[in-house]
């Protein structure tokens, strides 16, 4: 079997859980029960998981373009309850970022470095950000990348349909 690891992309209270900050909406609350479902199969098969978290200052600036939201060690910046048992797996890597890739300012060419995965799966949200921003450069290091089409959302829906195609057309990630 090919080494996977499972990256699952801000899965935090203020983006999907109905009181959060900048709640992605809907669709994004929808696509729960089906990352907790893969998270499951990718412990029962030991794979490494990846957590990426958002988490920033109070005054940092990307809350320009964006309502505040994720502040380092607030509730809204914690993974959800549904997926809070992941803290005791023994394969799972939590990368706090400030921007919307997971490898910028963060350890993740290291774990990837470390962990030499032939596959990534991609969860999470939001489809047209921070998960198309990290495919892109998952991409541009030569992965090989399967973005799981109920497992991604954003709070909008043509900029999701949007990056669901440049990410197959342009960066050549599987969806899957
Ligand atoms: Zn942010």
């Not at 203020?14 to 809907?26: P, Y």
Request: charged share 30%.
């Amino acid at each position: 079997m090919p080494k996977k690891m499972l990256l699952v992309i801000d899965v935090l209270n203020d983006f999907v859980h109905s009181e959060g900050k900048l709640n992605c909406g809907e669709d994004a609350e929808k696509i729960i029960p089906f990352i907790v479902e893969k998270v499951n199969d990718f412990v029962q098969e030991k794979h490494p998981i990846v957590l990426v978290k958002d988490a920033h200052i109070i005054d940092d600036m990307e809350f320009a373009r964006f309502p505040a939201h994720c502040i380092k060690e607030t509730w809204g910046a914690e993974v959800i309850e549904d997926l809070t048992f992941l803290e005791v797996y023994p394969k799972v890597y939590c990368i706090e970022k400030q921007r919307y890739s997971a490898f910028y300012n963060t350890n993740l060419d290291e774990i990837l470095k470390v962990e030499k995965p032939k596959e990534i799966y991609i969860t999470g949200v939001c489809s047209n950000i921070c998960v198309l921003y990290t495919v892109e450069e998952l991409c541009n290091r030569d992965y090989k990348v399967f973005v799981y089409k109920d497992g991604v959302a954003s709070f909008d829906t043509q900029a999701h349909e949007f990056a669901l195609q440049q990410m197959e057309n342009v960066l050549g990630a599987e969806i899957i």
